[in-house]
């Protein structure tokens, strides 16, 4: 187990504290899934005694007409009481409403909302709707808030809106914060649809950024096929990309997350990746234990010995 996981929970649960990453620095250690229950706890906990109170209020925005409801909801109610109702409207009533609500208001409620009980009210909105949302979303870099809506898009919207995110960066932040034990189909959704010049772009972001941690967090979900891409793509842009990326990997004790990109390179990009000059001693070590951990010694067998045989 490495901390990527378990940097991206704490990364949320801040969010749901309302304070800083660093200052939950000290969970860093602790296992992911743990931090998550605690997290999906807590919101439900609080959240629940308020909930018949919420669905009254969606009721009673239905008697209105849509223009005085928004009047009274953005002037009176404010985005957090907005965002805890919306969750209880009906998908017609969230449809006839969300015309007249500002970008920049839904993008305040957003974070407000249940992504999984909001889900029959977002799969019924055009990308039309959903394109300006994510963008004002993206400009604030309110990254958590765009990637726990992925649990509530369809594969249809995701491959409509995505196109529209410019920034490979924004890519790789969306997917570093999502919920990885909900969303690990939607990886695959994505990236199998990306065409070679995206992918490529998203692996420069991560060198030039320094994001391959980031990266490495959902790129274990994606398939084979999908992942060889990605491994081709990075081995094309270079020994200094790819370098990079074994040096990330060393960093975050991430090898058994790079086992699976090594398995699904051509024999001859595999043989390019241990043949950098990166590779010390105690980095194959590391990587020999990481895949006879998972099964998978003989496969790199041949490679880490050759490359050990270089460094003697």
């Known amino acids: 187990m490495t901390s990527l996981a378990a940097r991206a929970e704490v990364v949320k649960l801040a969010r749901e504290l309302d304070t800083e990453p660093e200052n939950l620095a000290f969970l860093l250690d602790s296992d992911p899934t743990a931090i998550r229950r605690v997290r999906q706890r807590m919101h439900h906990s609080l959240d629940a005694p308020y909930r018949p109170m919420f669905q009254r209020l ?19 109610f404010g985005p957090l009481l907005c ?29 407000y909302v249940d992504p999984e009980a909001a889900a029959p009210i977002v799969r019924e909105f055009e990308s039309q709707v959903l394109v300006p949302v994510m963008r004002e979303l993206l400009r604030r870099k309110d990254y958590v808030t765009l990637a726990r809506f992925l649990v509530a898009a369809t594969d249809r919207q995701l491959l409509d809106v995505v196109p529209h995110i410019d920034n490979a960066e924004d890519l790789l932040q969306v997917g570093f914060n999502a919920e990885l034990d909900t969303v690990a189909d939607r990886f695959e959704v994505v990236l199998a649809q990306l065409p070679d010049d995206r992918i490529r772009a998203i692996v420069a972001s991560a060198h ?47 090898w058994a997350e790079m086992i699976p990109i090594a398995d699904v390179m051509s024999p001859i990009n595999r043989q390019l ?30 490679f880490i010995t050759e490359a050990s045989k270089r460094l003697e």
């Open 83 to 111: 965002g805890m109702i919306a969750s209880s409207l009906s998908p017609e009533r969230a449809r006839a409403l969300i015309g007249n609500v500002p970008v920049g208001f839904l993008a305040d409620l957003a974070p």
């Open 208 to 254: 030039q950024q320094d994001r391959f941690a980031e990266a490495f967090t959902f790129l274990q979900f994606v398939s084979d096929t999908t992942l060889a891409r990605v491994a081709d793509a990075t081995v094309d842009m270079g020994d200094e990309v790819l370098a990079h990326m074994v040096e990330s990997i060393h960093r975050e004790n991430a």
């Open 273 to 302: 990746l241990f043949e950098l000059p990166v590779w010390t001693d105690e980095m194959l070590t590391a990587l020999t234990r990481a895949a006879e951990a998972n099964g998978r010694g003989e496969e790199l067998l041949d």
């Open 58 to 76: 969606a009721k009673v925005s239905a008697l209105l007409p849509n223009v005085i409801a928004i009047s009274i909801a953005t002037r009176f």
